[in-house]
């Protein structure tokens, strides 16, 4: 069995994505990513207006599994593309947040508890009840640094090696809860180690600040 995507048209960035790369591991502090990081994010174009698509149901209201509707402390959950939904080997979902004020991990404090929560409990019952897998058998985790910057939470089969869910990028959900409970600024106050590629811009601005 072989299983293939296709992206098309392929932009010069698709391309870089899908190369062999190296790799190199960057251990950001909360200084660096107010100095480096942030400053980052905020010049560049990341379009996210594909999740609000998703959110106000302008896209793919049709494949909604769950929805929370809560401006607040709401979600969506919704089937990732790399699942196609015909087998539970695989299963993908993702919950995407409705406030739109929380980029990352690093943006998330005590107050946010109460969302976090709803996503945990609320997705795994809309999981057992769509498609029948046990929270058990879930492993529901967030990445940083992420694909793009407005909060979402991974939701994959525990047997899925699925991408991204590497110890150096993954961050499971239960713990992010119990670290924030521990103490309400722990994302604001510890180093996070994530890997970048050498073609990343984002790596060049940690090689040039001397981080790397």
Known sequence: EIK???????TEKHLQKYLRQE??????TWEDYKNITLPFIQSQSFSIQWVYNILEKKAEA???????????NGF???PDFKW???????????????????????????????????????GKEAIAKRFGVPGSQLRIYLHYQPSYYHLHVHFT???YDAPGSSAER???????????????????????TFALRADEPLLKKFQEAGRV
Not at 4 to 10: H, I, R, S
Not at 23 to 28: F, G, I, K
Not at 62 to 72: G, M, Q, S, T
């Open 157 to 159: 089969a525990l047997g």
């Open 62 to 72: 049709d494949r909604i599994i769950h929805e929370n509707p809560d401006p607040c």
């Open 23 to 28: 790799v190199h591991l960057v251990r950001e």
């Open 170 to 192: 993954a961050h499971l959900l239960e713990d992010v809860i119990d670290n924030l409970l521990l103490d309400a600024e722990y994302y604001q106050k510890r180093a996070l």
């Open 84 to 122: 196609n939904q015909n087998q539970l080997e695989d299963l993908y979902l993702i919950a995407l947040i409705q406030r739109r004020d929380v980029k990352s991990l690093r943006d998330l404090r005590a107050e946010h508890l109460p969302l976090l929560r709803n996503v945990l409990q609320e």
């Open 4 to 10: 293939a995507t296709v992206v098309y048209p392929a």
């Open 76 to 78: 969506v959950l919704v």
